[in-house]
């Protein structure tokens, strides 16, 4: 798929906003995104506290969607943007509610609370979620070139080429099992050298952004909107996630719960439908979809462009291309170390709402 949803190892599974190099911009960027954290974290906090009566109060044999709220999982509003720029929602014949949080651990944390009904992440931050016993099924995959996906270092780096990276620090955003993580450790097993021949220090992006502008970072491996920015405020990208070195695949899940209820199902289903025609939206309009990318993240004209030109370009089933792709991934963070249990993508999928 060609995602402009960067999901975060993490849309965009991303689209975060652009920081322009002045003191008063980091300061209000950051007090942004700490405001956003803070956000993100106090609606979780408010759904969880509202979630056991509104799943006790809808009868699991519930059939008719007209009768049913179903609660959408996003991060960063890259689907709400993409929904309310293309209008696909409008005229559900269910209640629609939104789960908006910054990544996908705290979207999947919603999910397990039956705070939220659907989800919305990268590979990776889904298969984290089902070794960590979420109980939550791929439903449908999004694909895109792998292009959002970076190492980059800093252009006086001595660095031209991956094994190059030999007794280096890399800077990996987010945090263990992020698709930037996946990136280095296939792109050192390609290189012949080994995920121990590199000095891994994590650190948030934001943070991570602030290290790189200010050259205390020579090599940061990242994703989306930052590595737009760092490739404008002195990067030279090193090696991306195309021609298979990431997956590219994303998924909307659907929480094995709301599954269960007929009605749900019916309204995921629908919702799925309405997803598809969206992304076929965005495909005709990239121009309109940069602005409303701008409109809702704040990020610059240069940044929307980037992020429409790397996104989602359709909905596909979760098929056994998919499954053995992902499994990879999968297969791979487990041999490092980062992903423990190792998860079984096939074990938690349900092919029946998105049909070849």
Not at 43 to 51: E, Y
Not at 72 to 92: E, H, I, P, R, V
Not at 301 to 327: F, G, M, Y
Not at 341 to 346: C, E, K, N, S
């Amino acid at each position: 798929m060609n995602h402009t949803h960067r999901m975060n190892g993490s849309h965009r599974m991303n689209h975060s906003h652009h920081m322009n190099r002045s003191h008063t911009g980091n300061r209000r960027a950051t007090a942004t995104a700490t405001a956003r954290a803070l956000g993100a974290a106090l609606s979780l906090t408010a759904l969880l506290a509202t979630s056991a009566c509104a799943g006790d109060s809808q009868a699991a044999s519930e059939t008719d969607p007209s009768k049913v709220t179903l609660t959408l999982g996003d991060q960063a509003k890259n689907l709400k943007t993409l929904f309310d720029a293309s209008g696909a929602l409008k005229g559900t014949p269910y209640k629609v509610k939104w789960a908006e949080f910054e990544g996908a651990a705290p979207l999947f944390q919603a999910v397990q609370a039956g705070a939220a009904d659907t989800s919305y992440a990268a590979d990776l931050p889904t298969l984290q979620a089902l070794s960590g016993g979420v109980r939550v099924k791929a439903v449908g995959a999004l694909h895109n070139d792998g292009t959002h996906t970076g190492i980059v270092v800093r252009k006086n780096s001595p660095v031209k080429s991956v094994k190059d990276l030999k007794g280096k620090q890399v800077v990996v955003s987010s945090a263990k099992g992020s698709i930037a993580e996946y990136l280095l450790a296939h792109a050192l097993e390609q290189a012949g050298l080994s995920y121990s021949d590199v000095h891994v220090r994590y650190l948030l992006p934001t943070d991570a952004q602030a290290a790189f502008t200010s050259g205390k970072v020579e090599v940061w491996a990242t994703f989306g909107v930052y590595k737009t920015v760092a490739e404008q405020h002195g990067g030279r990208l090193l090696i991306n996630g195309a021609n298979g070195r990431v997956s590219g695949y994303g998924f909307i899940g659907a929480s094995e719960k709301a599954l269960q209820v007929p009605a749900k199902k019916k309204a995921i289903t629908d919702y799925l439908r309405r997803l598809d025609k969206a992304l076929a939206w965005s495909r005709r309009h990239p121009a309109e979809y940069a602005k409303a990318i701008q409109h809702t993240g704040g990020a610059s004209a240069t940044v929307a462009k980037a992020l429409v030109d790397q996104a989602n370009s359709e909905l596909l089933p979760v098929n056994e291309p998919v499954i053995r792709s992902v499994q990879k991934v999968g297969d791979t963070m487990h041999d490092i170390g980062v992903l423990t249990p190792r998860p079984i993508l096939a074990d938690h999928t349900d092919t029946s709402l998105v049909k070849e």
